[in-house]
């Protein structure tokens, strides 16, 4: 996808995760505060490097290095897809995103930031319709996150995820349309 990389507002910089930075996904992503939320989940260095190396390659793929003083405290992303359509194929595409911060730097604005940054540069660089996130509704902070930033709540399915910890999770589903695209009933 076309990003013109790196993004910053001055604190907060996203730039393309590299294989390289293998040890500092882990770092985070290993602990079960991260992990209660993710889907895709690491333990080790290997499991780290697999799942760079097969984001890195995908070109419907965008993952982000969310990197504060030179140091990288979290991640953002996800994929691009075609809409659905009961007629001709659609010319846009749609992004499910996702993101992860370290949680020793929560509550710092770190992800409203970075939701702030690719937004914009996914609808008008990369050509994005509509950007979609599913959040669990108990992690209300992160519902927060995607509001602040102009997304609005679709709905919610009520136990519709089964947790790691064996509890059923309603999933919100949010989402944020190009400002260009004026959407009529």
């Known amino acids: 996808m076309d990003i013109r990389w790196p993004l910053s507002d001055g604190r907060v910089t996203i730039r ?27 333990a080790t260095i290997d499991e780290a490097r697999a799942l760079l190396s097969e984001r890195v390659a995908r070109p419907e793929v965008i993952m982000g290095a969310l990197m504060i003083d030179g140091q990288v405290v979290g991640d953002i992303g996800g994929r691009r897809y075609r809409p659905e359509t009961l007629g001709p194929d659609p010319h846009g595409w749609d992004f499910y995103l996702g993101y992860t911060v370290r949680p020793d730097r929560w509550g710092q604005g770190i992800a409203s930031s970075a939701v702030a940054l690719l937004t914009p540069a996914l609808h008008h660089q990369a050509g994005i319709r509509r950007v979609v996130a599913k959040v669990f509704a108990r992690n209300a902070a992160s519902v927060r996150v995607l509001l602040k930033n102009g997304f609005q709540l679709e709905g919610t399915e009520r136990a519709a995820v089964l947790g790691r910890d064996g509890t059923w999770l309603d999933d919100c589903t949010l989402a944020h349309l190009d400002p260009r695209l004026a959407v009529t009933d």
Do not use: K, M
């Not at 995760?17 to 690491?42: I, K, M, N, W």
């Open 16 to 42: 393309p995760f590299c294989v390289g930075d293998a040890e500092a996904l882990l770092e985070y992503r290993r602990l079960p505060e991260c992990q209660e939320y993710t889907s895709h989940t690491v």
